[in-house]
C-alpha cells in the first residue's frame, strides 16, 4: 500500500507541475500506457534515435515503475553474460555507445498474454544503427513484465536476450514478411 501512496503522490506532483508548466514529460502521453501493446512500442520509439539526436528520456522514464530492472543475456563477440541495469544505467549506456553512431531497435513481432492488471509482452526486434542500413546490426527477443495499477500500464522488468547462430528466433516471432511487426 505505501508503493500505492507513493504513486497517488508522484502523480498529485506531476500534475501539479504539468499545471504549473514545469512537468518534465512534456511529450510522454496517456496513448503511451493505454495498453500493454502501447507502452512496449513507446519504449521502442524512445530508445531509437539517429545519430546526434537527442532522445525524450523524460518520456522513457515515465515508461518504467521505480526499481523497474532491465536484464540482456549475451553470447557474442562483443560479450557473453547477464548485463543487468535499471533505467538510468540504460540511459547513459546508450548515450555513451549509440549517441554518435545512432541506435534503431524495432520491433518485429509482439504477442501479449494478458490476465486482469498484469501483462507479459514477447518482443522480438532488430538493431540498426541507421534506418536505412540494409542488414540489422543483430536481432533478438524482448520479455517485458507489466502492471496496472488502474490507471496505466507499466513496465516492472525487461529481460532479453540476442539472437545467435545456435539460438535463433523462435519461428513464432519472425515476421511473416519485410517490415511486418504484429
Do not use: C
Not at 30 to 44: F, G, R, T
Not at 112 to 129: D, K, T, Y
Not at 145 to 158: A, H, K, P, Y
Amino acid at each position: 500500500m505505501t508503493h500505492t501512496f507513493q504513486h497517488i503522490a508522484a502523480r498529485t506532483l506531476l500534475a501539479a507541475g504539468v499545471a504549473l508548466g514545469l512537468a518534465g514529460t512534456a511529450h510522454a502521453a496517456p496513448q503511451d500506457w493505454e495498453s500493454p501493446e502501447a507502452i512496449v512500442h513507446a519504449l521502442y520509439k524512445t530508445i531509437s534515435a539517429d545519430a546526434g539526436a537527442r532522445r525524450d528520456w523524460d518520456r522513457y522514464r515515465a515508461l518504467f515503475l521505480d526499481g523497474a530492472r532491465l536484464s540482456v543475456a549475451m553470447d557474442s563477440k562483443i560479450g557473453s553474460g547477464i548485463m543487468g541495469m535499471d533505467s538510468e544505467e540504460l540511459i547513459a549506456q546508450t548515450e555513451s555507445a549509440y549517441a554518435a553512431t545512432g541506435f534503431h531497435e524495432t520491433p518485429l513481432v509482439t504477442k501479449v498474454e494478458q490476465h486482469g492488471l498484469m501483462a507479459s509482452v514477447m518482443s522480438s526486434f532488430e538493431i540498426r544503427l541507421r534506418p536505412t542500413d540494409k542488414e540489422p546490426l543483430m536481432r533478438g527477443l524482448n520479455h517485458f513484465q507489466l502492471l496496472n495499477d488502474g490507471e496505466r500500464w507499466w513496465i516492472v522488468s525487461n529481460v532479453g536476450t540476442v539472437e545467435t547462430p545456435t539460438s535463433p528466433l523462435p519461428d513464432a516471432f519472425l515476421p511473416k514478411s519485410r517490415g511486418d511487426a504484429e
